[in-house]
């Protein structure tokens, strides 16, 4: 089955540099201008995108997305929006889309109807930060009757086991994140971050991409000299919400400096 995702940072791994993933959260600050943003990533440099789907109840969301989101959801956004962003950006570039979105909100449309209509949006599959693989069945089945990527997340505290099933069960790649420590305490964020990553490769992961809070193009080369993918969000949805468009191109061609590997 071919990976939308593995495509795109396999192409990124042979010009010798990481892959660039850049996160924007759907319907912010309209589903027009998340389109528009989304392809000025892919023209400057983003190998894979994925567009967030804003929810009430973010566990995992830093203040800059969660206001973001929070703003999108009170102009009205509906989840079944999401399939025209990706569409929209889809239509125009070869970037990998994904979405990522807790569970909730595909249990609710139905796990079939939202694997069907992401795969006819052009969508490369879903980043699932509150799925386990052990409650996955459904997503495994229709993720596969759709050829989607699925992207489960490892943390510093995924147990060797975890570690195992959940590499076992990614199709694209794997989600490395590293637990925000103060702001500030950058080396010992990376240094746990490189550790998922190692774990991640030594259960079997062939791609491994890195979600740290990352904002210039020093912490891309950082994490660029161990992982495949850099994954960057907050960043650029604080360029979208201060500069629209030209302010993501502007930050991503930026970014893409620190990709190639010394």
């Given amino acids: 089955m071919t990976s939308k995702s593995a495509i795109a940072i396999d192409k990124a791994r042979a010009e010798g540099r990481a892959a660039l993933i850049g996160y924007l959260p759907a319907g912010f600050p309209t589903v027009e201008e998340t389109i528009?943003?989304?392809?000025?990533?892919?023209?400057?440099?983003?190998?894979?995108?994925?567009?967030?789907i804003p929810y009430s109840d973010p566990v995992m969301d830093g203040p800059v997305i969660q206001a973001a989101t929070t703003e999108a959801l009170a102009k009205g956004f509906a989840v079944r929006q999401v399939f025209d962003v990706v569409a929209?950006?889809?239509a125009e570039t070869d970037a990998a889309?994904?979405?990522?979105?807790?569970?909730?909100?595909?249990v609710r449309m139905g796990v079939?109807?939202?694997?069907?209509?992401?795969?006819?949006?052009?969508?490369a599959g879903l980043i699932t930060p509150?799925?386990?693989?052990?409650e996955a069945a459904e997503w495994m089945e229709a993720s596969d009757k759709y050829g989607l990527d699925r992207v489960f997340l490892v943390a510093p505290s995924s147990s060797t086991e975890r570690m195992r099933r959940t590499v076992e069960a990614?199709?694209?790649?794997?989600?490395?994140?590293?637990?925000?420590?103060?702001?500030?305490?950058?080396s010992s964020v990376s240094a746990a971050a490189e550790g998922v990553v190692a774990?991640?490769?030594?259960?079997?992961?062939?791609?491994?991409?890195?979600?740290?809070?990352?904002s210039n193009a020093e912490h891309v080369a950082e994490i660029a000299a161990y992982a495949d993918g850099v994954i960057v969000g907050t960043a650029l949805?604080?360029?979208?919400?201060?500069?629209?468009?030209?302010?993501?191109a502007s930050l991503t061609r930026d970014l893409s400096t620190g990709l190639t590997r010394k």
């Fill in 36 to 52: 528009a943003a989304g392809i000025a990533l892919a023209r400057n440099g983003a190998d894979l995108i994925e567009i967030g």
């Fill in 88 to 90: 929209g950006i889809t």
């Fill in 97 to 106: 889309v994904l979405v990522m979105t807790y569970w909730n909100p595909v």
């Fill in 112 to 123: 079939e109807e939202f694997s069907r209509r992401l795969a006819e949006a052009g969508g």
């Fill in 130 to 134: 509150d799925l386990i693989p052990d």
């Fill in 170 to 186: 990614s199709r694209g790649f794997v989600y490395a994140v590293s637990i925000m420590g103060v702001t500030g305490a950058r």
């Fill in 199 to 214: 774990a991640a490769k030594e259960a079997g992961a062939e791609r491994v991409c890195v979600g740290l809070g990352v």
């Fill in 237 to 248: 949805v604080a360029a979208i919400r201060d500069g629209g468009a030209d302010a993501v």
